[in-house]
Structure formats: C-alpha cells, structure tokens
C-alpha cells in the first residue's frame, strides 16, 4: 500500500525525560490510522513533530515522497486535543481568519465555510461571537476550521472528547466521508472503541517506544490466543471427560439448558480437531473463536498481560466475541 | 498577503474595534485640550471679581492698592464696623482693617471675610504692604528715593544656546525641560499601556488554547511578530489621533470663541501665569514684564529653538524602539505563565528598568549632558525615555546615532530572546515556571 506518511527514527528528549524513542511508522494513503497509547506515551509530541511545532532530536518525517518542510504545512489538518478559539471574536469572522492562515483567500474561505455551516446547522452563528456558542457548536467550528483547507493528511488528537454520542457519530461518518474522498487521516485517542470502528491501521506507542503497529484486523488475528467460546446441548458425559489433553477448559457455565464453555487448543492442534472431539459426545449449537478487541491488545502490550489475567475472575468482560 | 501580515491585521482591527479602545482615543484628546483650554477660559470668564473693601485708620496706604486681575479694591472712610456690614449686607467679599499702628506692629493687620478668605487677595495685600513697609523704612532711614531707584538693577541674563550648525539661539531650558518631560512621560506611558496588552494577549491566546491551532499554521515566531507589531500599530495609530484631534479642538476652540484668545502680551502673563504662579509671583511677574520679553515671548522664542524635525523623528523612533524592546519581553512573560497571578514575579526586572528611567528623568532634566543622562540615553532599557527627556535642550548628532544603533541592537536582541522563551513556553502547560527554567528553554535549540 502507497505510502503517504513516514516516520523514520523520531527521537524527542526533553530535560528530564525522553518523549519518544526511536519510534518509526509508515501511514497509508488514504487510510484512517490510529496513533494509540496511554496518556504520556509521547503521542502528543509526536503529533506535534509532524505539524512541526516542534523539531525532532534525530529521526525525519517524509511526507508524499519528500522530507517534510514548511510548505506542507498546508496539506495538513490539525485538531489538537486542547483547543480553542478567541472568545470574543465573531464566529464567521474567526473561521475565516484561521483559514486564510492555512493560506486560503478570504474569498475561497468565506463560501467553503458556508458549505459546512449549513451541513452543521450553524449558519445562524455566523455573527454571534464564539463565547455565545456551546461547547458542542465550537467543538464544530473547530473541526470545519480543520479539514476546510482540504488537506491531504488531517491529525484528530482526542477528537470525540467534549462531544455528545449524537455529535459524535456526525463526526465519524464525516471522517469516514473525508477518508472515502481521498484524505488520510492519523486519529490519535486512548479509546479503543472508536479504534475498532474506524481505524484500518494502528500504531501503539508506550514510554516513547513504539510497541505495534499494523493492520487493525491483522493484529487482532496476530493476537488470537486460540480460544474458542462452544454452546452444547444433550452431553453424553461431563466436557471434563470429553476433553483431552490436546485442551484446556478455561470455563463452563449453564445458560438457559445449554452449556457455554471456553476451550483453548493447545500449540500445533488444529480447531477441527476440537469439533471432531466434541460432535460425538455432544449437539453443538455454536463455535467461535474469541478474538482480543483492541482494548485488550493495548493492555497486555502495555502492562504485559490480558486483564483477566491480572483480575483472574472476569473473563467473560475481557473478551470480545469477534464474528 | 503574507501569513504574518494576516496577524498583524488581525491584532489591530481586533484592538481598534474595541469599545475601551473608541473611549481611550475619544477622552484622550479632550483630556489633553482641555488641558489647553480650561485654564484660559477660566482666567477669562471668571467675570466675579473679588472685592475687598479698605479701612486705612492710618490714611497712608489708600492709593496704594491698585487693581488686580480679579481683584477689586474700594476705599472706605468709614469705619470698620461698618465696612463689615456693608460685607454682610453683600457689597464685599473682604473687608481690610489698617489700623493706625499698622507700620510698627504689622501683626494688628486684619483681613475679615464670611467666607474663607481667597488666598490669592491675602498674598497680593500682603506683597503689597509689604513693599510699603520696606520702602517707608528705608525713607526713614534717609535713603533718598531716587537713590532707590537708582540702586534697583533687574539682572536678565539672556542664555544662548550655540548649535551645532554654529546658530545662535535663546535658550530656554524651562521649554526643553516641560517639552522633554512630556515627552518622555508619554513614551513610559506608551510602552507600559501596549506593553501590556501584548503580554495579555499572548496569555489569552495560550489559555484558550487556541495556539496551537495557529501555530499548526504559521511558526511561533510568525505569531508573536504579528502580535506585537499589530499592537504596537494600535499605539501609533492612538498617539496619532491624539495629535490631530488635540490640535483640532483646541484649533477649534480658537476660532470658535477668538476673543478668548486674543491676548495683549501683558495678558498672556498672567493667563499662563494663573495655572502656577501664586499672586506674588505675579506681582514680580509685573514688575519686571517690561524689561523682560513675556512668557509668551518666551515659549515662542523657546519652541522655535527646538529643532523639531529631529524631536518628531527621534520621538517616533524612540517610541518604536522601546516598545519594540519591551514589548518582546511582556511577550515572553505572557507565554511562560499559565495565569495572570503568575506574571507578578517576571514583570519586576521588566518594569524596573522602564520605571528607573522615568524617574531618573527628573535628575537627566537638571543635568541634560551630565554622565548620568548620556550613560542612561545609551543603555537601550533606557534610552527611549532618557533620550526623548534630553533631546530638547539639545543633543551631538554622534550621540543621537550611537543611542539609536543601541536601541536597535537592543530590540533584536530582546526579540530573539523572547522568541526562543515564546516558542517553548506557549505550549507548556501546568509548569510552575522559574528563571531557570527560562534560562534552559533559551539555551534550548
């Protein structure tokens, strides 16, 4: 896949600590990829390297083919986490000014941004100065201020925060929308359940190193743990006995007549093997493999272990029944 | 248009719209007319004069009192039980008791009145007895009064100034002082009014965090240039129409009501003199008016020695100079807090310096050549105030340059250390932020 962003080596040391680590990545073109870690990875500053707001210590970023430099500033997009606009400053009149900073004439700016106003019901605003607006409404200008350039890669730091679930799906399906019309975008958040939704990529930072990175459904499958979830009906015998060494029964329960069970497979044995050992002795009802969600990938890659492994007693919420 | 330019433009018509900003330029220049204007009207309307009735018991001193400008004398033969009815029934303000022992004890000397007595009268009643007294003494003394006359040498030294084109010029230091003085005040006032307007908006674009949007777009440096030229364009623009509207209403005014300004020299004295001068020195004043030229004479002969081209220039340069110096400066502080509270500890060193300059300028005015004003017109933290003080009473042109090359040198160089605390500062957030702190992020590549 072409392309449009590298990272290649990025180091960034402050004083009193390093905020990233040798940390490479490639973005996709028109892709949606996600740039995860917890708080203090050093997702922010990496972001903020690739906006050059701030230089890196060693390391380049090459940007459609060419080392990147002052006059991509506007192909890029960015909605920083922390963000604001002038309160006392006229909301039309304010939009304009950001655009025209992007490079964009006055003119240009002014019908463009009529178009998005009206797609977000904010045409009445246009005059009003921003602190009359909700937090939503100047959650929206922000976000019209950011893509209304047309750039070729939009940075969203946090982007759903301070939105209620209503604003949020608008602004999913529009980043969907922006992606579908050719932009790339890096989605920075601690919110795995956006990540699954929207992310085609990922690349997982911790403490300034990168820890993952790739195909988001490829992880997933890279992350399987061979467990598979099985509801039977009329057992012959106890699952105990049905199962042989080649499995481990992490858990049975009852639900509703039939038995739910989770089964490992132990390295080297195939998944047709648990069927062929489960058809005689049982009906089977359904089979599945349990495939870590995202949430769970980021924790054992951050702390080491799957969650349920450190509670020991809530397996059943740590998974994710995947398709 | 340039991304900086867009800034800049920003910054001013925000600042210009501004309903303190439409006041400020509106008050301003009525402030400073009326300034103009109020004493000179007032010396002209006030039409009620101050009577004050005489009882000379002795009959030596009855025609020695002649009118004053708002001072009215009558003589009364009657006595002074009478004259204070006469008081109360309206027809004086004050009544003048000269007893017959006045000459030898001047203590029995009364001056009664309803109201609290008007100062200017008593000074002027006493000034005048006093010169009777003196001169009644000296004649029984035997001194001869044509002697005295004789004796009476008013001593005027006419002070001229050699310029460096080898002109001679009256020198006039009361003009270059009251000229250097205001000027100096406004380039201090200027300086800390915009000064901190920068320092104010860099805060305020830092904690409504819109910075980072804009530096997305432009560099840091972009911002703040753009900032603080866009300000300092405010205050030009303000100081501008302050000039012109100030000249416009008191131009006004003049043709207006010309009467109130058609003046005899012998007036102007005592029109300029009312807003300072007590009635004793106005009655010296008076005395001497004839030998000297008057103070109108004074001021025009004193202006025209001024060499206002160089003062217009230098006061504009020095303006943007300084403003330029400090105002980098109030940037950096706005981007190295959080909050307004925090400003107190990095404002001290800044303002220090600007207000040591305003109140040295008391000491430059005394001394316009001595070291202390030549070494403070040089360092560039004081220089635009120092050098507008001293520039009146005139300064080597070597001087003017070297102070100028300074300043210049002085503002790149704050500007460069302001931009290199801006650029770190205005993303940190939740720091609590100390000098060296400061001193790391300047090192900082």
């Known amino acids: ?323 | 248009m340039s991304k900086t330019a867009t800034i800049i433009k920003r910054e001013f018509l925000s600042r210009i719209r501004k309903r303190s900003f439409v006041v400020m330029t509106i008050l301003g220049p009525i402030l400073l007319a009326a300034i103009i204007i109020v004493p000179v009207v007032i010396s002209q309307l006030s039409d009620s004069d101050y009577q004050v009735a005489i009882v000379d018991d002795s009959d030596l001193f009855y025609d020695r009192f002649a009118d004053a400008e708002n001072i009215r004398f009558t003589q009364l033969a009657t006595n002074i039980d009478n004259a204070i009815e006469l008081m109360a029934a309206g027809r004086f303000d004050a009544v003048l008791h000269i007893p017959e022992i006045a000459f030898q004890a001047p203590s029995s000397l009364r001056l009664f009145s309803e109201k609290s007595v008007s100062l200017n009268a008593k000074l002027l009643i006493e000034n005048i007895l006093k010169l009777e007294f003196e001169s009644m003494k000296l004649g029984a003394a035997g001194i001869d009064q044509e002697i005295l006359a004789a004796i009476e040498t008013p001593v005027n030294i006419q002070a001229i100034r050699i310029r460096q084109d080898g002109e001679f010029i009256s020198d006039h230091p009361e003009v270059s002082m009251a000229l250097g003085f205001m000027s100096g005040l406004l380039i201090y006032l200027f300086i800390f009014l915009f000064g901190s307007q920068v320092l104010r908006g860099v805060l305020e674009e830092k904690t409504n965090r819109i910075v980072e949007i804009i530096i997305s777009s432009v560099r840091p440096f972009q911002l703040m240039a753009g900032k603080i030229l866009g300000v300092g364009l405010v205050g030009l623009t303000q100081f501008l129409i302050w000039v012109v509207l100030t000249f416009a209403i008191v131009a006004g005014f003049q043709l207006g009501m010309p009467e109130l300004f058609r003046f005899t020299p012998d007036e102007q004295v005592f029109i300029t003199g009312s807003q300072a001068l007590n009635a004793e020195e106005l009655l010296r004043q008076r005395e001497t008016v004839q030998q000297y030229d008057t103070l109108a004479g004074q001021v025009v002969s004193g202006l025209s020695a001024v060499n206002f081209p160089v003062m217009i220039l230098s006061f504009i340069f020095f303006f943007l100079g300084g403003y330029l110096l400090y105002a980098a400066l109030f940037a950096a502080i706005g981007s190295a807090v959080d909050n307004e509270a925090d400003t107190q500890q990095f404002m001290l060193p800044v303002t220090v310096p600007l207000l040591f300059a305003f109140i040295m300028a008391q000491m430059v005015m005394s001394n316009p050549s001595g070291p202390v004003a030549l070494w403070l017109s040089m360092i560039p933290l004081t220089s635009p105030v120092i050098m507008m003080v001293r520039i009146p009473f005139g300064v080597p042109y070597t001087e003017l340059a070297l102070s100028a090359g300074l300043l210049i040198g002085g503002f790149v160089f704050t500007t460069w250390l302001a931009s290199r605390i801006y650029r770190v500062g205005i993303l940190m957030y939740g720091k609590r932020v100390s000098y060296s702190i400061l001193w790391k992020w300047i090192r900082q590549s």
Not at chain 1, 26 to 46: D, E, M, W
Not at chain 1, 210 to 230: C, F, M, P, S, T
Not at chain 1, 235 to 263: C, M, N, Q, T, Y
Request: with cysteine; aromatic share 8%.
């Open chain 1, 1 to 323: 896949m072409e392309t449009l962003l590298r990272a290649e080596h990025i180091t960034k040391e402050y004083t009193h600590h390093k905020a990233l680590d040798d940390v490479s990545m490639h973005v996709p073109r028109q892709s949606i990829f996600g740039l995860l870690g917890p708080n203090g990875a050093g997702k922010t500053t990496l972001i903020r390297i690739v906006n050059q707001i701030i230089a890196p210590d060693r390391g380049q970023i090459i940007f459609h083919g060419e080392p990147l430099g002052p006059e991509h500033v506007q192909q890029i997009g960015y909605l920083p986490e922390e963000r604001g606009l002038y309160k006392k400053m006229k909301v039309g009149e304010q939009a304009i000014y950001l655009a025209r900073l992007k490079g964009i004439s006055a003119s240009d700016a002014r019908s463009q941004l009529r178009e998005w106003f009206d797609k977000f019901d904010l045409m009445p605003w246009w005059n009003k100065k921003v602190e009359e607006l909700s937090k939503g409404m100047q959650q929206k200008v922000q976000f019209i201020i950011t893509v209304l350039h047309k750039p070729s890669l939009l940075i969203f730091d946090e982007p759903f925060s301070g939105f209620d679930p209503i604003n949020v799906n608008l602004l999913k399906e529009e980043i969907l929308h922006l992606r579908d019309e050719g932009a790339t975008i890096i989605f920075s958040t601690h919110n795995m359940g956006s990540v699954e939704e929207i992310c085609d990529h990922i690349v997982l930072i911790d403490n300034a190193k990168k820890l993952l990175e790739g195909n988001v459904g490829q992880i997933r499958k890279d992350h399987a743990r061979q467990i598979y979830q099985v509801e039977l009906d009329h057992l012959k015998k106890p699952l105990e006995e049905i199962l042989d060494g080649r499995f481990e029964l992490i858990r049975a329960w009852d639900h509703d007549g039939s038995l739910k069970a989770r089964i490992r497979i132990k390295k080297g044995i195939q998944v047709n093997e648990l069927i062929g050992q489960l058809i005689p002795s049982a009906g089977l009802l359904s089979f599945h493999e349990l495939t870590p969600g995202m949430n769970d990938i980021f924790i054992k890659q951050v702390t080491g272990s799957y969650p349920q492994e450190k509670s020991g007693n809530k397996p059943a919420q740590a998974f994710q029944a995947a398709g």
